[in-house]
């Protein structure tokens, strides 16, 4: 059995589907260089209706500028914006690893607890990246007032 060719957009490729929410679809993604580097990375799709639709165009690009301008271990960083074909994608590092979502469900279905130690890593971690996105600023060392509104299980890895 074959597997369809992955689609190509600029030096990215794209591949299977990571998670996907409301105004997106994350995917696995291959940057390809020349010398036969290569990297993965994830590949945030914007929904193709969405896409259309200026002000979700508006606000999806402010995500990537805001974030690039965020440097901290707890928050993923942006590398690349890329708009081919009506259609646009932000370009992150890859983050190996399951989402606090999959651990709470392994964690129900084992009828367990989450040891307070760890919660309590994993929410410092969250507070830190959350305390860095609301400390960031712009080139002139200006604010940019940014409040997190998508804080869930899902979003944190």
């Known amino acids: 059995m074959t597997s369809a060719s992955p689609l190509v957009i600029g030096q990215y490729?794209?591949?299977g589907v990571m998670s996907s929410g409301g105004m997106a679809t994350v995917h696995f993604g291959r940057l390809v260089g020349p010398a036969?580097?290569?990297?993965?990375v994830a590949i945030k799709r914007l929904h193709p209706h969405f896409a259309k639709e200026p002000a979700f165009v508006s606000m999806f690009v402010d995500e990537a500028r805001l974030v690039s301008r965020i440097?901290?271990?707890?928050v993923i960083p942006t590398l690349d914006v890329v708009s081919t074909g009506g259609e646009l994608f932000i370009v992150m590092d890859y983050v190996h690893g399951e989402s606090l979502s999959k651990l709470l469900?392994?964690?129900?279905?084992?009828?367990?607890?989450?040891?307070?130690?760890?919660v309590s890593a994993i929410m410092s971690g969250v507070l830190r990246g959350l305390h860095a996105a609301h400390e960031a600023s712009d080139r002139k060392r200006g604010p940019l007032n940014i409040v997190h509104?998508?804080?869930s299980p899902q979003n944190v890895l």
Request: hydrophobic share 30%; proline share 7%.
């Open 13 to 15: 490729e794209l591949h």
């Open 36 to 40: 036969g580097f290569s990297r993965t």
């Open 71 to 74: 440097s901290h271990p707890n």
């Open 105 to 118: 469900s392994a964690v129900r279905a084992k009828k367990a607890k989450v040891s307070p130690h760890i």
């Open 149 to 151: 509104r998508d804080i």
